[in-house]
């Protein structure tokens, strides 16, 4: 599938609300003709140090997605074992509820679902967090 209808595809179920209902992701631009720059969002699991808290995400699409993933970087501080400290971009080999090779089939909401189990996870679901509304 070309580069520009897996986007569409995926903006389309997100925006019928046929997604996960604790993520979201839209384009920042609408007028973003090659879709590369998107918001993601993640509300926190219960139970976890994350529990009330909504992660905001940028998300960029290179010209190589979806044969390669996209760049994805929390905007919102968050402490997670697969988040850099400093520039809180997610470092997808650490991401352990993903696929270690990525496949041209995964997308946006896999990402985001996947981020969000991560939080659950013995290593990050207890970890301390910053302060509500930090950012990197």
């Given amino acids: 599938v070309p580069r520009n209808f897996k986007l569409l595809e995926e903006l389309e179920k997100m925006e019928k609300g046929n997604t996960e209902m604790a993520i ?12 590369s720059n998107w918001n993601g969002g993640i ?7 994350h529990d009330g808290r909504f992660y ?3 998300i960029y699409c290179p ?18 074992t697969c988040v850099d400290s400093k520039t809180g971009k997610v470092s997808f080999r650490k991401v352990n509820t993903l696929p270690k090779q990525w496949n041209r089939n995964m997308g946006i909401e896999q990402i985001l679902v ?13 970890l301390k967090q910053p302060a509500e509304g930090a950012v990197f």
Avoid: W
């Fill in 24 to 35: 979201s992701f839209g384009l920042v631009d609408g007028a973003d003709v090659l879709m």
């Fill in 43 to 49: 509300l926190g699991p219960h139970n976890t140090q």
């Fill in 56 to 58: 905001e995400l940028r």
């Fill in 63 to 80: 010209e190589s997605y979806p044969a390669s993933p996209p760049e994805v970087k929390f905007v919102s501080k968050i402490n997670m």
């Fill in 114 to 126: 996947a981020l969000r189990h991560e939080m659950q996870l013995s290593e990050n679901r207890k």
